[in-house]
């Protein structure tokens, strides 16, 4: 291990003095992002080398529409809304969904665990608040193509999934351009594969690096990033090689597909993005919530004067926003990135702030 970290080191030394000058990556992943700042990996890499946090966390890059939408649903009393833990605390114009918690609010483990709700309670409707990449989408799907067959009709979806490249590529062309590579995410490259990436080296020349989540494994991603970027090559790696492949998992792969269309939709800090959201099709639009009851889907205008698409672009570090640490607390969050266990505000508040000074 400590052989390991030394080679690591001295590739990344190397390459900070070969190049001469700051370089930026941008850690896609909100699981990196906790772990970079939990481990300290920021405090012993060289000045030269920039990490910036991206749009990772598919809470945090929930547009505040959803969140408000899922709010006004938590109020009928004939549904219930089945959500994952991360996110229960998401701050909305009229508190949170964690109000509402053991009444019409349930936390759930799993998309199977909404599926069992709406059988034990026959006389509501089950939502589920489906947020998520495509790590968690297959599970989605899983439950949609049950629920189908055992003609669960009180149950359905409210899908939040969103596709990883399309935001990349947002990025890129409008929004930050001042990135030198990126450390790609794991568990989305175990469905989608390394070579998804490929595109985002093609068409932006861009280095990208798949990774996996342990101290050892990111400096060894990061180090891969400097090896390539010294000596010109434009690629995409994965080094997180026991789990991921070039091709990904092609029969999670073909049921998105089967169950999954991709649409426009809309991103926290990003905008609109082209075919970035995935919808149910129209072969399983009984399940799909937004038909259901009519919802909202235009965009809503934050007033609260939190700046987390910034934080989610790459723009500022969390501590530019005057919210952080002062309005803006876990104990009182006012934006995503604040109360999801993958924001980086939160990570920065819980391991960096001390060594930041304003």
């Given amino acids: 291990m400590l052989r390991r970290i030394s080679i690591a080191h001295k590739l990344i030394d190397a390459a900070c003095e070969k190049l001469g000058r700051p370089f930026n990556i941008m850690e896609v992943c909100g699981t990196h992002t906790v772990a970079i700042f939990r481990n300290g990996v920021r405090t012993f890499i ?17 547009d505040q529409r959803y969140i408000e939408n899922c709010l006004e649903m938590a109020q009928r009393d004939d549904c219930i809304i089945a959500t994952y833990g991360d996110m229960i605390r998401v701050p909305g114009t009229t508190g949170s969904l964690e109000k509402h918690r053991g009444t019409n609010v349930r936390v759930v483990f799993s998309a199977e665990d909404a599926l069992v709700l709406a059988k034990e309670n026959p006389n509501k409707t089950v939502i589920l608040l489906a947020v998520g990449f495509e790590t968690t989408a297959p599970a989605t799907a899983v439950v949609v193509k049950e629920a189908a067959e055992r003609g669960i009709e009180n149950f359905c979806v409210y899908s939040g999934h969103k596709l990883v490249i399309p935001a990349m590529r947002t990025l890129l062309s409008n929004k930050n351009n001042n990135i030198d590579a990126f450390l790609c995410p794991g568990h989305v490259s175990i469905i989608i594969g390394y070579g998804a990436f490929r595109e985002i080296v093609d068409d932006f020349g861009k280095v990208c690096v798949v990774a996996g989540f342990e101290p ?15 000596e010109d090559k434009k690629e995409v790696v994965s080094i997180y090689t026991a789990v991921v492949t070039e091709k990904g998992n092609q029969k999670a792969q073909q049921l998105l597909s089967e169950v999954f269309d991709s649409a426009d939709g809309y991103w926290r800090g990003l905008g609109k993005i082209e075919k970035s959201s995935l919808v149910l099709k129209p072969k399983y639009e009984q399940f799909d919530a937004v038909k259901r009851f009519a919802i909202n889907e235009q965009p809503y205008k934050d007033k609260s004067g939190c700046r987390c698409g910034e934080v989610l672009c790459g723009l500022i570090e969390s501590p530019e926003c005057k919210l952080f640490g002062n309005a803006c607390t876990p104990q009182e969050p006012v934006g995503p990135c604040m109360v999801s266990g993958e924001g980086t505000c939160a990570a920065w508040y819980k391991y960096n702030r001390k060594r930041h000074t304003r």
């Fill in 46 to 62: 060289p000045q030269q080398m920039n990490l910036i946090s991206g749009p990772g966390c598919p809470v945090c890059v929930t």
């Fill in 216 to 230: 050892m494994q990111i400096i060894e991603g990061l180090a891969e990033i400097c090896r390539l970027l010294t």
